[in-house]
């Protein structure tokens, strides 16, 4: 075997079932799965790394190969949620040929999702590091791609067949996330609503919300409130 041949071998990270350290994703998904069980509970602030090794059943040398420290490991927690719900909006959204039904369709997942109890304890959770971490806070809204815009994409894929009227894409999309999830969020957020608010709720403020959104952004001839 030439010598090229056997550093290719040796830069590969999986050879014969093993990974490099810190490159086994089933490992470090276990990891992240047990610390996140420990900071909803316990809380940012009061778990500890050795709660987290307890719970993900591995060894403290095994966290710090894949996390350099809490704040990462938490990091990784938030950023593996945001990628969840935005690639999950994203299909929803690409499965919808009218737009009154994908408003409908991601106006009713999104504020589920915002108002379910583990997504309030997690934000509950962020909001409490804010001060001390603002570039982690930053991640979450600012990331790439997001909530918002996933459905930015989606109004301007529907302005350019001719659906919707719509100069500022970014402005739009936020005003539709903050109409459908109505004032749900907040009220579980400080704790005035215990539960994910009832289905009959979420669908009249959702329906509500295209009304409006199609008021001012569907084009003449278009039908408002078709869901």
């Known amino acids: 075997m030439t010598e090229e041949k056997t550093e290719e071998r040796c830069s590969l990270p999986h050879q014969q079932g093993r990974f490099a350290a810190g490159a086994d994703p089933a490992k470090r998904g276990q990891i992240i799965e047990g610390a996140k069980r420990v900071f909803m509970r316990l809380g940012f602030d009061a778990a500890s790394m050795n709660d987290i090794t307890r719970e993900a059943g591995v060894s403290k040398g ?35 040929e009218e737009v009154e039904d994908g408003l409908y369709r991601f106006g009713i997942q999104f504020a589920t999702h915002i108002t379910a109890p583990q997504t309030i304890n997690a934000m509950r959770t962020l909001i409490g590091v804010t001060t001390r971490m603002p570039k982690l806070c ?11 815009t996933v459905l930015e ?4 894929r529907h302005v350019a067949l001719g659906n919707l009227e719509v100069e500022d894409t970014d402005l739009a999309a936020r005003q539709f996330i903050e109409l459908a999830s109505g004032t749900f969020f907040k009220l579980r957020l400080f704790g005035d609503l215990d539960d994910v608010p009832p289905v009959a709720d979420l669908d009249r403020t959702v329906r509500s919300a295209i009304r409006m959104f199609m008021a001012t952004y569907g084009r003449s001839g278009s039908i408002a409130g078709k869901v």
């Open 153 to 156: 994409d989606f109004i301007k």
């Open 138 to 148: 930053s991640r979450f809204f600012h990331s790439p791609a997001n909530v918002r």
């Open 62 to 96: 095994t966290i710090y190969v894949y996390f350099e420290n809490k704040e990462d490991l938490f990091g990784a927690i938030i950023e593996q949620e945001r990628q969840r719900i935005t690639l999950m909006l994203k299909d929803i959204l690409a499965g919808s």
